[in-house]
């Protein structure tokens, strides 16, 4: 659907002496970058017609939609417009496709106009992916107004079509380690990648640094595209480390009678599950609150070898089990 391009042109005396907003030609159209509302205000703005109907004093915006594409929303909030008489105090917003060259039969409407006093948005049609689009804002002249609303309002961008962080931007899924131990990164989006706080991390400038903080770290990455700067977090979590020791003699004499596992107690939800060689379980215990004596339903075992694995189930996310030998000695 093409829109007629209007060329009534309008100038407001009161305006005249007001500075033209750079943005108010094709030419230096101001970037959009999803979800990052900016400030705005059209007072001053003359330039061309909206391309909405009885519409004026337009600001123009651009963006760039991410790999994916889809439709995008264009929000306009906080409109705030002076009490002046015959100006309307309505605002519009449309969004357009076109060639670059700013020609105005260049231009393809690619949502319907929306307008409206108070806060509102609209929904394009799906867009193009990795292609630049253009938002008019613009002035209504409307319920038997002369001059156009030039007000001060917020523009935004998002959806399907816009949103750039965990499309085409990410710091990676969150880890957790344990003390001591290290993971590597696994962000994409980049060059560049810029990281915060670098503590802990082999490197910067790089998606995938080694990190090996002492205590659990919240990373921001910030990376440039199509001249917007996107951030994006991940969480390293780092546990305190269980040590299950590898024997035990438990014979009565008071002296490692029991497996007693340093650190487990910090673990209420632990599970710990014991197997023989022949893989028949001969414990099983959440909480792990009475270590192991070296029997199985009252019978003392065997000396010789049993296998363990302990799943933490900490509240801060699950870690990978730990899994190893206990020898029984008596």
Aim: with cysteine; charged share 10%.
């Amino acid at each position: 659907m093409r829109i007629a391009f209007l060329t009534i042109l309008f100038a407001l005396t009161t305006a005249k002496a007001l500075a033209q907003p750079v943005n108010s030609s094709c030419a230096n159209a101001s970037p959009l970058c999803a979800q990052q509302a900016i400030s705005a205000d059209n007072t001053g703005a003359v330039g061309i017609p909206g391309f909405c109907p009885a519409t004026d004093a337009v600001l123009w915006y651009t963006f760039t939609t991410n790999s994916v594409g889809g439709p995008v929303n264009v929000s306009i909030s906080a409109i705030n417009c002076p009490a002046v008489t015959g100006m309307d105090n309505e605002l519009s917003a449309v969004v357009l496709s076109g060639d670059g060259s700013c020609l105005p039969a260049s231009f393809t409407a690619v949502s319907g106009c929306e307008l409206d006093s108070a806060d509102f948005s609209l929904t394009s049609f799906n867009l193009a992916p990795g292609t630049l689009y253009w938002i008019l804002v613009a002035g209504a002249m409307n319920n038997g107004t002369t001059i156009p609303a030039q007000c001060g309002f917020n523009v935004d961008v998002s959806g399907p079509g816009a949103d750039v962080v965990g499309v085409d931007i990410s710091a990676g899924p969150d880890v957790t380690i344990g003390q001591g131990e290290s993971t590597q990164l696994a962000a994409f989006g980049g060059p560049p990648y810029d990281w915060s706080p670098t503590a802990g991390l082999s490197g910067n400038g790089i998606p995938d640094p080694i990190s090996s903080p002492e205590g659990s770290t919240i990373y921001t990455l910030s990376v440039v595209k199509d001249q917007c700067t996107y951030m994006d977090e991940v969480m390293v979590n780092v546990v305190r480390l269980i040590a299950p020791p590898n024997t035990f003699t438990p014979n009565g004499d008071g002296i490692n009678d029991i497996w007693d596992i340093p650190g487990i107690a910090d673990y209420p939800g632990a599970e710990v599950t014991i197997h023989d060689r022949w893989g028949q379980r001969v414990l099983r215990s959440t909480g792990y609150r009475t270590p192991w004596d070296g029997t199985n339903n009252g019978r003392a075992l065997s000396v010789g070898t049993y296998y363990y694995h302990i799943q933490l189930n900490q509240l801060e996310g699950s870690s990978p089990p730990y899994t190893g030998f206990i020898t029984i000695v008596r």
